[in-house]
C-alpha cells in the first residue's frame, strides 16, 4: 500500500527582485512569441511543438537572457494557448453549422426553430 503526502511551501526571499526580473523576462518572451505567431495571419495550423521550439528557442536566449529550460517552456506555453484557441474555434464553428441545418430541418417542416442557440 502506497500513500500520498501532499505538503505546500513558501518561500521566504529577501530580495525579491531576481524573481521579478525573471518573471517580466518569460512573459516579455511569450507575449514576443504569440505576436510573431499572430503577424503571419490567421493561425489554422501549427506546426508540432519540436519544430516550433526549434523556431524561436535561439532568439529567445539571446534577446530575453531566458535559461534553456525557460526558453523551451515559453514555446511549449505559446503553442499550448494557441492550440487550446484552435480547438475552440474549430467546436465553435461545427456547433454552429449543427444548429444552422437543424434550424433549416426544421424550417422545412414548418415549424419554428427554438431562438435560443446552444
Not at 534553456?68 to 461545427?94: C, F, G, N, P
Amino acid at each position: 500500500m502506497t500513500q500520498t503526502i501532499t505538503a505546500k511551501y513558501r518561500l521566504y526571499v529577501d530580495d525579491p527582485t531576481p524573481l521579478v526580473e525573471v518573471s517580466e523576462a518569460y512573459r516579455n518572451a511569450c507575449n514576443f512569441v504569440s505576436e510573431r505567431v499572430a503577424s503571419e495571419g490567421p493561425v489554422t495550423e501549427l506546426p508540432d511543438r519540436k519544430r516550433f521550439q526549434k523556431r524561436f528557442y535561439a532568439t529567445l536566449r539571446a534577446k530575453f537572457g531566458l535559461k534553456s529550460q525557460m526558453a523551451i517552456s515559453v514555446t511549449w506555453t505559446v503553442h499550448a494557448r494557441y492550440s487550446t484557441l484552435i480547438t475552440q474555434i474549430r467546436d465553435s464553428e461545427k456547433a454552429a453549422e449543427a444548429w444552422d441545418k437543424r434550424k433549416a430541418e426544421l424550417e422545412a417542416k414548418g415549424r419554428k426553430p427554438n431562438t435560443k442557440r446552444p
